[in-house]
């Protein structure tokens, strides 16, 4: 079975569960472009991946960049795999990692990363990561920021707003790290302008 056929299966088998206790209310689907993207939202509950998946409809078929624990999990690790799911060590220049997630966006899939690099509570702040700005520089893909309400409250519609997608600028082909860094805090201040929005 292809990544997308599985992707489907799984999205039509946890989607109704999910959507029962979580119901998802997506703003903003008129700017998913077609073809690659990054799709990066702020991250604060281990359940966020779904409301970006489900915000995003199911022909949107996603790839999704996952820290490395879990992808070693017995069961979960290889029905993540088969849906497109694939690991990276945070803690290490994962090559490897890299490597997969460039060929997904060369591809024209659509890529679901978080740029914090990990769950960050209400109200807290961290230095977002560079990948996201370095990745898409390297494909010309661009980035979609997303907003992710911290507050989910069962039973309950949570609003998931999905902003403008942005094409970054920087000066040489490949980009300098202090042009990722800025790209970086650029695409967190979109993120926080959405929530803005939504008060």
């Known amino acids: ?23 998802v209310r997506a703003v903003g689907r008129e700017n998913i472009p077609e ?11 281990a359940s966020d991946p779904f409301f970006v998946v489900f915000a995003f409809k199911r022909k949107h078929t996603m790839r999704a960049m996952a820290k490395k624990q879990i992808m070693v999990v017995p069961v979960i690790g290889w029905i993540l ?3 497109g799911v694939f690991g990276i060590d945070r803690g290490a220049a994962d090559i490897n990692g890299v490597k997969t997630a460039l060929r997904c966006l060369k591809e024209g899939n659509k890529l679901l ?8 509570e209400d109200g807290e702040t961290v230095e977002a990561k560079t990948g996201a700005a370095m990745f898409a520089v390297r494909t010309g893909a661009p980035i979609v920021p997303v907003y992710i309400p911290a507050k989910k409250r069962w039973f309950r519609p949570t609003t998931v707003v999905i902003g403008k997608p942005f ?3 920087v000066a040489g082909k490949k980009g300098t790290s202090e042009e990722y860094h800025a790209i970086a805090n650029e695409l967190m201040a979109r993120i926080r302008a959405l929530g803005e929005e939504q008060k």
């Open 113 to 120: 990363l978080f740029p914090e690099g990990t769950r960050v």
């Open 167 to 169: 094409y970054p600028q």
């Open 1 to 23: 079975m292809s990544t997308d056929r599985f992707f489907h299966v799984l999205y039509a088998v946890i989607w109704p569960f999910f959507n029962l206790v979580h119901p």
């Open 35 to 45: 073809g690659a993207a990054l799709i990066c939202p702020n991250h604060t509950k």
């Open 81 to 83: 795999g088969k849906a």
